[in-house]
């Protein structure tokens, strides 16, 4: 566990190194930071004389080495706009797009395992055929669009007249297909519950659970989909092994062999992908925070290019890829807890 550790925190200081270069160097790609310092009515002399207290003029090494150093300290600049640190700044946002990610986590966990498994333990049934048709239209829909859909049902309404109203039926059938909407389609709502000093959090308050609800769903459905096809498909293939089979003729219970033996490992390479699609899902909200004006970290960031903040774009460029390094490394720990026939350095016991 130790030399697994140590390897990778070092890996995780090489992924973070390269971040960090192609961070900075989108830093000129971005334009002149004094152009957003100072006005026009700035001579061309003090913006020399800025340009040079801040270090513009040294050579890029030497920027970069500087920017290194702070970056270690904490220190990832001063917002243009907000006027404060940028990971301040990011701390402020960051708990509207963790409730996204963790409301949307939870709906992929409660729908994608028993659909995957049903559909896995009776192929030919019509819901298996009905599910996997589902999966494969949400995996070709974007996350927008599925947005834009969600408002239009449940916060807007849509009102259907497709068959006529003179018969008990045609009336029946067109109040079924109609809805009345009504769930909140933007922010976060005002009901909101304090925790960790000024993070704050809709999940324990009605008013914002309502709030969370279409943009979880949206998110959601992006990662779902591709969860559901994958624990069929791994489902599936375990089913038709050695083992599974040996159980059988021993005479263990249906439910004993699909849900303890077969689904254990069933869900190894679940957990692996699923860690990857979970730090994935952080750079997905920016489509979904968007559409529902979540004020979130993406929301923020495509603010923050609108406005040409470059610290705080590079700020969240090095977050989202600290995210990704934390995340891939607690999925390799827990893949060694699920199967202990995998020892952390890689190879098998």
């Known amino acids: 566990m130790l030399a697994f550790l140590v390897q990778r925190i070092s890996q995780a200081f090489l992924v973070m190194f390269v971040i960090s270069v192609i961070a900075f160097a989108i830093q000129d790609g971005l334009g002149d930071p004094l152009q957003e310092l100072v006005g026009m009515s700035v001579s061309l002399e003090e913006r020399d004389a800025i340009r040079e207290d801040m270090g513009l ?7 970069y080495a500087r920017f290194a150093g702070n970056a270690l300290q904490g220190d990832l600049g001063i917002s243009y706009f907000y006027g404060k640190p940028t990971l301040q700044v990011i701390a402020e946002h960051l708990p509207a797009t963790l409730e996204l990610v963790i409301g949307a986590s939870l709906i992929i966990l409660v729908f994608s395992v028993p659909i995957g498994v049903y559909a896995a333990i009776r192929p030919q049934a019509f819901l298996s055929k009905f599910f996997m048709g589902i999966s494969t239209v949400g995996i070709s829909i974007p996350v927008f669009l599925t947005a834009i859909v969600l408002i239009q049902l449940f916060s807007i309404g849509v009102t259907i007249e497709m068959f006529p109203t003179d018969t008990g039926w ?4 067109n109040g079924a297909l109609s809805t009345d909407g009504g769930l909140p389609s933007y922010g ?3 009901e909101l519950t304090h925790f960790f000093g000024t993070w704050n959090s809709g999940f324990f308050s009605w008013d914002g659970l309502l709030h969370l609800v279409l943009p979880c769903v949206s998110l959601a ?37 699909n849900f303890l033996h077969a689904l254990k490992n069933t869900m190894l390479p679940v957990i692996t992908v699923g860690g990857v699609q979970l730090g994935i899902m952080v750079a997905y909200t920016i489509l979904t925070e968007t559409v529902f004006q979540w004020p979130g970290m993406g929301l923020m960031f495509l603010e923050a290019i609108t406005r040409s903040d470059i610290p705080l774009i590079v700020a969240y460029l090095m977050v989202v890829g600290l995210v990704f390094v934390i995340t891939n490394t607690i999925v390799d720990l827990i893949y060694g807890l699920v199967n202990p026939t995998v020892k952390l350095t890689g190879k098998k016991a």
Do not use: C, H
């Open 188 to 190: 976060r709502g005002d």
């Open 57 to 63: 003029n040294d050579p890029i090494y030497v920027q």
């Open 170 to 173: 045609g009336t029946w059938l």
């Open 221 to 257: 459905s992006i990662m779902l989909p591709l969860f559901i096809r994958l624990i069929r498909a791994e489902m599936m293939e375990v089913l038709q092994s050695d083992y599974i089979r040996y159980a059988r003729a021993k005479g263990l219970s249906s439910g004993r062999i």
